[in-house]
């Protein structure tokens, strides 16, 4: 069974920093694609950055330079570090996955249903 359990948020100041972290379990392929998304309210769900298997990464246009998206493999857990913060940034943030088969990759952004899904972690930024 898969899970993913994100933690890290917070309020900040603009300008400030967050990390946030998924810490992913029961992933069974070696290859996957891990996206964080957020979502602020009466707006649309976005994907922010995305990371693969293989450690390729790609960052939404609002979100480069700033955000950087990294994974620690012997720990199995995704991090999203936040710099630089803005008011425009809060949002609940999710980190979200799919296994890939051999014949599978990854897109960007993400065309894919993704079925793994954490329960979200709230950013805040106050101006």
């Known amino acids: 069974q898969v899970q993913l359990v994100e933690s890290g948020g917070g309020s900040v100041q603009s300008g400030g920093s967050l990390r946030l972290s998924c810490a992913a379990s029961?992933?069974?392929?070696?290859?996957?694609?891990m996206d964080w998304f957020r979502q602020a309210p009466e707006k649309e769900r976005e994907a922010v950055a995305h990371?693969?298997?293989?450690?390729?990464?790609y960052y939404a246009d609002p979100v480069k330079g700033r955000f950087t998206i990294s994974q620690d493999y012997a720990k199995k857990t995704l991090y999203l570090q936040m710099d630089s913060l803005k008011p425009e940034d809060t949002a609940m943030y999710y980190c979200?996955?799919?296994?890939?088969?051999?014949?599978?990759?990854?897109?960007?952004?993400?065309?894919?249903?993704?079925?793994?899904w954490g329960q979200g972690t709230q950013v805040t930024v106050s101006s």
């Open positions: 979200a996955g799919r296994m890939l088969s051999r014949s599978e990759s990854c897109s960007w952004p993400p065309r894919d249903k993704l079925p793994y």
């Open positions: 029961g992933f069974t392929y070696s290859r996957y694609c």
């Open positions: 990371i693969d298997s293989d450690g390729s990464t």
